[in-house]
């Protein structure tokens, strides 16, 4: 009997370690004499449901092993949500399909709570239809809000850039605060956990140092008082750096930037914190300022990644494939951290039932109590996080990354499947 094949995709926004995650799973199924080939998704789970499966065979043991210095995602991710079952069944029984005429018996998803409950999904619906799939979910998200593991894949190396970050453009901001600009925000990403945001009061080593404020979606945002903060940063120390979540809010719910629309996945698309505080600031005291996103830039920077970081995410994927070697279904690897004051870490499992659609936000005592900062324990938790630097090469002074071929494999399904 020919081995199963297996089937891996990356889901939603990339991170600058999830290719080392897919470089976990690929060279641990290629060593392994359970998995037959390993066929990535084009673009995510659209991959499967048109059938556009790319042959990871057709790549070297060279590029496979540059994906785990490479950003982005390597196979193309996407933005798309399976509907429910009682909504869509089509969509399942179009991957069901797909899986069944390529002999894929393994399917590792690599994600966020969303790519969880879509794991989750294909699971128990592959047992329905008579034709069993093993379905391991790969934590993935910046926004470090995934439960059971300690921390996820992709989160440590955008909190080292963002507090790197805010640590020298509160330098710059110093150096001109004399005669120029005297507020500086920087809005980070997190819709609903303040994490990103968190990692920024890294910076802060010294009494004055940036950032002096962070504010998160936890926290309910008080316009007079961040105001009277800002007041006081200024007069203290010459200027005031933020740093400031794209979720903020105000108490009643209300996003400070909501744009009025949502995106693919029904989440309120946000149209800029950093603007919004920033014109506030003018409006009402009347500072010179200047803000900046991070955006893509801070999801993207591989050349600052976290050692650490890299290390977890690679690990996640070969523990992926070993939990499906051993029978394992539904379920996530999980890190563990281990107690005592030097850091340690390991992999458990969690399953999936557990992690789909559930957010972990930011535990209160890791914020200050004037809700502007982080405390000594949030400090604690996250700079373990962000220690190490794992450049990638460099070639006449940029960054050198992986580029595959992208080998197609040949469509076996006549009917073609619209997305």
Not at 93 to 104: G, M, S, T, Y
Not at 118 to 126: A, D, G, N, P, V
Not at 147 to 174: H, M, Q, R, W
Not at 200 to 225: M, R, S, T, V
Request: with cysteine; glycine share 10%; charged share 25%.
């Amino acid at each position: 009997m020919a081995k199963k094949n297996a089937f891996y995709a990356q889901s939603g926004g990339v991170t600058a370690v999830i290719n080392a995650s897919a470089c976990g799973v690929i060279e641990t199924a290629r060593a392994s004499k359970k998995i037959g080939k390993v066929y990535a998704g084009h673009n995510g789970i659209i991959g499967a449901l048109r059938e556009e499966l790319i042959d990871t065979s057709k790549e070297s043991a060279k590029n496979i092993a540059a994906l785990r210095h490479t950003p982005s995602g390597a196979f193309g991710s996407c933005r798309y949500k399976l509907k429910s079952i009682e909504e869509n069944r089509a969509e399942y029984e179009r991957l069901i399909e797909v899986f069944k005429a390529h002999n894929i018996g393994y399917f590792f998803y690599n994600g966020g709570g969303d790519s969880a409950d879509t794991c989750l999904k294909i699971s128990q619906l592959s047992q329905t239809m008579g034709y069993p799939i093993q379905a391991i979910h790969v934590p993935k998200t910046v926004d470090n809000d995934l439960p059971i593991t300690d921390n996820c894949p992709g989160f440590g190396s955008v909190a080292k850039y963002v507090s790197v970050s805010i640590k020298e453009a509160g330098l710059d901001i110093a150096s001109m605060c004399e005669s120029s600009t005297k507020v500086f925000i920087m809005e980070v990403m997190g819709r609903h956990a303040g994490w990103i945001a968190a990692a920024g009061g890294l910076a802060a080593q010294e009494e004055g140092d940036a950032p002096h404020i962070i504010l998160f979606p936890e926290i309910a945002f008080n316009k007079e008082k961040f105001l009277k903060r800002v007041k006081q940063c200024v007069k203290k120390y010459g200027f005031c750096a933020i740093v400031a979540s794209e979720g903020a809010q105000y108490k009643d719910g209300t996003f400070l930037a909501d744009a009025g629309t949502t995106d693919a996945f029904g989440h309120k698309q946000l149209g800029g914190v950093a603007p919004t505080l920033a014109n506030m600031v003018k409006d009402e005291l009347g500072y010179k300022y200047h803000w900046a996103l991070a955006d893509y830039l801070q999801r993207a920077a591989r050349h600052i990644a976290s050692a650490t970081d890299v290390e977890q995410a690679y690990a996640v994927g070969q523990a992926a494939v070993e939990m499906a070697i051993d029978g394992k279904n539904a379920v996530m690897p999980a890190i563990v951290r281990g107690k005592g004051k030097k850091y340690t870490w390991s992999i458990s499992e969690a399953p999936l039932d557990q992690v789909a659609n559930v957010e972990k936000m930011m535990p209160r005592n890791y914020i200050s109590k004037d809700g502007f900062g982080i405390s000594e324990a949030g400090r604690d938790y996250l700079l373990p996080l962000i220690q190490g630097e794992d450049f990638p090469p460099f070639k006449n002074g940029l960054p050198q990354y992986a580029k595959l071929k992208k080998v197609m494999v040949e469509k076996k399904l006549k009917k073609k499947f619209k997305v």
